[in-house]
């Protein structure tokens, strides 16, 4: 346990102004002489420390005596009350929150007991009490005879190694001077404090206060005993109990200052020439006023024992000292000056160091790494032609120790290269060599990082695969038999990086039929728009007008009995298309498959229009040759007639000779879309006649359609 010094029981009634005020110390700095004192006094706080203990005459409470023998700073923490920790201090719960050996009755009578109300008087005749600040409730008690008597208890949890406050407010409510109750405080069975008494009249109120340690405690059972045992008066009342941790609030700082000497030194001319001289100062303060000298080196001095000698240094820097003697005070203190004396031309080399990246301005002008040296001259007051020599150093840049400038990246299939250089904070699509220079945090050369980029697109394949029953892929080196996807993926090194190589298999597998499946290969007729046409013949697919370019044709299988698994139609010929093909029963009961082929323009071979059959795992192909006939090809329907235009290509403008034709010739001109667009008759009664003949249109294709009793004959004009 420890306690303060009485002086904190003024400023404990204080708490609550002390809360709302700032600590400080009066007078906030002191110069004292040697052996003097100084009183230093604190407010603002309700418990004080004073440290460092050197020089004080108490480190506790708010006033203390500071003596130092040297130049000190002084620090006072001051305390507060912190928040509450008793639940019901003020007994406005009534009676809750605390314990006592007390009984509780609202008659008190009997010594011994207690009760919390507003007026002790409602509760004994001869009791005269109200409540701390006269509103409230508080604690009326009848003092027990038997002493040591527990009062009042509570168990609070506590901070170790933490001062607290404990305080109550007690009042007498019957007996005399001589008979008010004894009370003291304990904590953890231990008392804190001595016995306080309670006041002497009836009804007055007086605040009594510890302070308590806590040491190692984490707890504290903290009670009010009463050590009175007399029966008759011994009467009091409790309230406003308080158990609060105390807290710093200010921690202001104090310098007292012991006069002592300083001395400061100067000197005229920090700069000569060979052979001049300058003077010396020394500049004592703060002492007696009682002073010796002594400068050293003494040789080039006029008098070294003087406060301003005069000197005459060599070539070079000196560094004079004066050692300066307080006689009265015996305080002494060294203090220096240096000069330098220069030779009649003098040259002074500067050395400065850059890196790669750098400049350094000196004396007005610019250098870098290509102009490591420069020279300044001039001249000083004395005359002394002084020339500097600039001796650059050029640092090289750093070279990170953990970047790998080789930078290696795959990139998966169907994705754009790309790469984020987060050190430049750059992106980059293809591959780059870059570079660039960052400041070294800790100020050394800057860092060059350097970037070699390379960019590599992971292969993919993807390939399809129709097989009967089973397949083996050489990818992989395995046979498969179900219909399925398989991927493979092989790692190939790529710089310091494994880049993918991906293979995929679309795999479908058509299994060979039953024995008991009817097994139908061979279609027995192919038709093209009418009935009779075989296959593996030629068809002839025209129009004598030119534009019936959709043809449909039919693959047949007469016996009923078989179901094709599919038909697939091909056509030979990129410029001829095919349109939707078509697989059903007819109403009669045949199966077919119906084909639409699309005449795109003239072909000078056959075309292949081919049919194949599947079924299971076998199948049969059907050929069908067509032979193309179109009005680009001069059709002719028999030797007799004969048609030309000229010149073809024209501008509109052409002639029309018709040869072999005899009276009455029909003309039709059509676009390449089938439209017609015109249509006239000439008579031709001789054997060769031509027409002059002007088609106003767009530039295109045109088709002249001539038909006579003779025949018919179609022309393709190129229009420019």
């Known amino acids: 346990m420890r306690k303060t010094l009485l002086l904190s029981v003024l400023l404990f009634v204080l708490t609550l102004m002390v809360k709302a005020q700032p600590v400080t110390i009066t007078p906030p700095s002191a110069n004292i002489q040697p052996g003097q004192s100084v009183t230093l006094t604190a407010s603002g706080a309700m418990y004080y420390q004073w440290s460092p ?123 005399s001077a001589h008979q008010v109750a004894n009370l003291q405080f304990s904590i953890n069975g231990e008392q804190v404090g001595d016995v306080f008494y309670a006041p002497a009249f009836q009804n007055t109120w007086d605040r009594f206060y510890e302070l308590w340690y806590s040491g190692d405690a984490t707890s504290a059972t903290i009670t009010i005993l009463n050590q009175n045992t007399g029966g008759d008066g011994n009467d009091f009342g409790l309230d406003d109990i308080s158990f609060c941790e105390l807290v710093l609030v200010g921690a202001p700082e104090c310098t007292v200052s012991v006069g002592s000497m300083s001395v400061s030194a100067s000197v005229d001319d920090v700069e000569l020439c060979a052979g001049e001289s300058t003077t010396l100062h020394a500049f004592p303060v703060n002492g007696s006023g009682n002073y010796t000298y002594s400068w050293t080196p003494s040789n080039t001095l006029n008098n070294p024992s003087v406060q301003h000698p005069i000197a005459t240094p060599a070539v070079g820097t000196t560094t004079y000292t004066c050692h300066v003697v307080d006689v009265d005070w015996n305080n ?56 500097y020599k600039l001796e650059l150093a050029v640092g090289e840049y750093q070279t990170p120790s953990d970047w790998n400038p080789n930078q290696y990246v795959c990139v998966p299939h169907g994705e754009d290269p790309h790469y984020h250089w987060a050190i430049a ?37 993807e ?97 009923r009995e078989c179901v094709w698994d599919a038909c697939k139609w091909s056509i030979n010929k990129p410029s001829w298309s095919l349109g939707d093909t078509l697989t059903g029963l007819s109403p009669d009961g045949t199966y077919y498959s119906k084909c639409t082929v699309y005449v795109a323009e003239r072909d000078d071979d056959y075309v292949v229009l081919t049919a194949t059959i599947y079924n299971g795992c ?39 000779i018709f040869n072999r034709f005899e009276g009455k010739v029909n003309m039709k001109v059509y676009d390449v879309t089938g439209n017609m667009i015109d249509s006239f008759e000439t008579c031709n009664d001789l054997e060769s006649k031509a027409l002059e003949y002007e088609l106003n249109a767009r530039k295109g294709i045109y088709f002249f359609v001539a038909n006579g009793r003779e025949g018919s004959v179609a022309k393709k004009v190129v229009i420019r």
């Not at 590599?456 to 394949?461: A, P, T, W």
């Not at 129009?543 to 007469?558: A, D, G, I, L, M």
């Open 425 to 461: 904070n750059k992106d980059y699509e293809r591959n780059a060599i870059d570079s660039v220079v960052i400041p070294d945090p800790e100020g050394g050369c800057d860092f060059k990082y350097y970037l070699n980029l390379k960019f590599h697109q992971e292969f993919y394949s």
């Open 53 to 175: 203990a050197t020089g004080l005459s108490t480190t506790e409470g708010p006033v203390t005596v500071a003596s130092p023998v040297v130049t000190t700073t002084y620090i006072c923490s001051g305390y507060a009350p912190g928040d509450e920790s008793v639940v019901n201090g003020d007994f406005e719960q009534g009676n809750f929150g605390f314990t006592s050996a007390y009984e509780y009755n609202s008659n008190l009578w009997a010594e011994g007991t207690y009760y919390v109300d507003y007026d002790a008087s409602l509760h004994h005749d001869n009791f005269h009490g109200l409540a701390h600040g006269g509103t409230g409730n508080f604690m009326i008690i009848n003092g027990a005879t038997v002493p040591g008597t527990n009062v009042w208890t509570e168990q609070i949890a506590v901070n170790p190694h933490t001062y607290y406050a404990f305080s109550t407010w007690v009042c007498t409510i019957g007996g």
């Open 618 to 656: 076998s199948s049969e192909e059907r050929n069908i040759y067509l032979k193309p006939s179109f009005f680009d090809i001069e059709e002719q329907y028999n030797s007799q007639p004969d048609f030309s235009i000229v010149p073809n290509p024209n501008n509109g403008q052409m002639t029309l």
């Open 332 to 387: 002494t203190q060294d203090v220096g000056v240096s000069l330098t004396v220069f030779p009649p031309n003098d040259t002074i080399v500067d050395p400065r160091s850059i890196c790669e990246s750098q400049t350094l301005f000196w004396h007005g002008h610019e250098y870098d790494q290509y102009a490591p040296i420069g020279y300044f001259d001039t001249v000083d007051n004395h005359g002394c032609l002084k020339v």
């Open 463 to 559: 390939v399809w695969a129709d097989t009967c029953d089973e397949y083996f892929w050489p990818i992989s080196g395995e046979n498969y038999d179900t219909t399925q996807q398989v991927t493979k993926t092989f790692k190939h090194s790529f710089g310091d990086v494994e880049c993918d190589s991906t293979y995929v298999l679309n795999l479908n597998i058509t299994y060979s039929p039953s024995p008991e499946k009817i097994i139908c290969t061979t279609p027995s007729a192919v038709v093209f728009g009418m009935p009779g046409a075989e296959a593996d013949t030629v068809a002839v697919v025209t129009n004598t007008e030119f534009f019936s370019f959709q043809y449909s044709f039919y693959v047949v299988e007469p016996n």
